[in-house]
């Protein structure tokens, strides 16, 4: 069993950086592809940004490629995705989530183990 706790939430300027958190229980953290996606109020939940297990091979949606970057410190077993040039598009409930997939999957189903969220408010 995996428990995911995500931190870093808050309320940001446009132009604005934050950066979130992820921390893993269990002993196992290196054994998990992890992503981070995120919901918008009446929006279904959206695939930003995945990492395999050493960090070595990194995936973004389109919404994030440039402004966003996934990392992960496995001796911390803590994923961390930076928030950069935030958009008020970019406000949303993020999740990070673990998989056992090797493959840097887009799709929320594919993860079996998920945080409680993080709110991410950006104002105009």
């Known amino acids: 069993q995996v428990q995911l706790v995500d931190i870093g939430g808050g309320l940001v300027q446009a132009g604005g950086s934050l950066r979130l958190s992820c921390a893993s229980s269990?002993?196992?953290?290196?054994?998990?592809?992890m992503g981070w996606f995120r919901q918008a109020p009446g929006k279904e939940r959206e695939f930003v940004a995945a990492?395999?297990?050493?960090?070595?091979?990194?995936r973004y949606a389109d919404s994030a490629q440039g402004r966003f970057t996934i990392s992960r410190y496995n001796a911390k077993n803590t994923v961390y995705l930076q928030l950069n040039n935030l958009k008020p598009e970019d406000t949303a409930v993020y999740y990070c989530?673990?998989?056992?997939?090797?493959?840097?999957?887009?799709?929320?189903?594919?993860?079996?183990?998920w945080g409680q969220g993080t709110q991410v408010t950006v104002s105009s």
């Open positions: 990492i395999n297990w050493s960090g070595g091979s990194t």
């Open positions: 269990g002993r196992s953290f290196t054994m998990y592809t």
């Open positions: 989530a673990a998989t056992w997939r090797v493959v840097l999957t887009t799709l929320a189903d594919d993860y079996a183990y």
